[in-house]
Every structure is written in C-alpha cells, then in structure tokens.
C-alpha cells in the first residue's frame, strides 16, 4: 500500500474545500468530516490525551507503528471536530519527521485561520502543536 505524501493531502483538502462556494458550505463540509472522524476510544478520553489550549475538550491520541503515527481524537464542540479530522485527514500515518516538517499551509489556503475564532485558531494552534511535540517524542526515543 502506498501511502500519499502530507502534501498531497494538503492538496487533495484544499482541493475539496475550492468546490465551495461560500462559508456555509465550507463549515458544513468540515462538520460532516468531524462526524467521519476516527474516534478515540472512551478509555482515552483523559488528562493524558486532552490538548491543553483549547476552549473545548479535545483528546488526540497517537499510535506508533511501522515507523509511522496514527491518531485518533474527539471533542464536545462540533467545529473542532471538524479541525481535528483535518489534521488527521492531513497527518495520519504519516512518518515522524515527515509531520514535524510539514508546514500545513494548507489550512491558509482554505482560508480557515481567517474565519475562525479568536478561540479556534488558539485551539488549532495547540492541536498542531501537540501533533508535532507527538512526533518529535517518538523521533527521540527511536
């Protein structure tokens, strides 16, 4: 199985997110990918996997495999859901250095640091950095 570079998951996102033609669509489409989010099992739901910084709760839990990290996560607000699964949809399976490098620009140009929240980009700035401290850990012990 060959498994498609961030970057060309960032374009693949970027990509849908452009058959939008207006915010509304383009938030429906995010809520709809937090609904086919790969949840966090609920015995994770803890203070070991909670992202500090955002207003919501919110759980990411890495899994190490293969040389790869997979993730899997959750939140009780529905719009940070959605981010969540972005940057899952972006970072999952990927290689320990291939995320700590990824510049994710992509969530630029979808426009979606512009349109959110005081709060939410805190909230999306914390799970990234949390996603890449994840994989700066596991690059250290290996």
Known sequence: MTVSSIR?????????FMLFDDWMGKYEHLIELGNGLPLIAEEFKNEEYKIRGCQAQVW???EY????????????????????????KVLDGQRPADIVDADLDFLDKIGMKEHLSSTRKNGLA?????????????????
């Open 8 to 16: 060309d998951r960032e374009e693949a996102v970027v990509e849908d």
């Open 60 to 62: 990411l839990r890495p």
């Open 65 to 88: 495999r293969d040389g790869c990290i997979f993730f899997r996560g959750d939140s009780d607000a529905i719009i940070t859901k959605g981010l969540i699964a972005l940057l899952v």
């Open 126 to 142: 914390s799970m990234v950095r949390q996603i890449k401290e994840y994989a700066s850990a596991h690059m250290a012990k290996a």
